[in-house]
């Protein structure tokens, strides 16, 4: 499995724990927007998103 893969499966299973984590603490459909849009700068400095996702 390609580092990139590995990386993208870690961030995929690290966000989701996060948001099951948050939904539970602070409510169901409330975003970690400031959570979500530093993760999607990693996510695209790693080169796992494209730049205009």
Same mark, same amino acid.
């Given at each position: 499995m390609t580092?990139?893969?590995r990386?993208?499966?870690?961030?995929?299973?690290?966000r989701?724990?996060?948001m099951?984590?948050?939904s539970?603490?602070?409510?169901?459909?409330?975003?970690?927007? *400031?959570?979500? *849009?530093?993760?999607? %700068?990693?996510? %695209?400095?790693?080169g796992?998103?494209?730049?205009?996702?």
């Amino acid at each position: 499995m390609t580092l990139e893969k590995r990386l993208g499966d870690q961030m995929s299973g690290l966000r989701r724990s996060v948001m099951e984590y948050h939904s539970s603490a602070i409510g169901h459909g409330v975003l970690l927007t *400031e959570f979500e *849009e530093r993760l999607r %700068r990693l996510e %695209r400095h790693v080169g796992l998103l494209p730049e205009g996702h």
